[in-house]
């Protein structure tokens, strides 16, 4: 015989501290917010001592300066010889050796035109 119980129905569900959806219990993720409930997510490490400072490099504000009695500072990056070829794109970057004038700079005398078509007769 079926039990009348309506909280029957909610055994074995916990709800979300941030939404309030009722969910499975021990589920890890709410379904209706996305609130994580569980950590099994997130990557265990040790946090750095309180006293503890990076270590940076000594940078001299002078070799940044616009004087030119300084010489300029050797960066390095990092280089990669691998070429990767680009497709699907249509615009055009490549470098024409022709200069074309500015529009308006052009003669319209010497503006070569095609001849109109009749198109009726």
């Known amino acids: 015989m079926p039990s009348d119980d309506t909280l029957e129905s909610l055994k074995g569900k916990s709800s979300c501290t941030v939404c309030g959806c009722i969910e499975k219990e021990g589920s890890i993720r709410c379904q209706e917010c996305g609130t994580f409930h569980s950590g099994i997510h997130l990557e265990e490490r040790e946090a750095p001592p309180p006293n503890a400072t990076p270590e940076r490099e000594i940078i001299d504000p002078s070799l940044y300066s616009l004087s030119d009695n300084h010489a300029i500072p050797e960066e390095n990056f ?33 503006l070569e035109l095609p001849m109109p078509e009749t198109l009726s007769e």
């Open 78 to 110: 990092e280089e990669s010889e691998e070429i990767s070829a680009w497709d699907g794109g249509s615009t055009d970057f490549s470098m024409s050796d022709e200069e074309e004038l500015p529009v308006s700079k052009i003669d319209p005398d010497e």
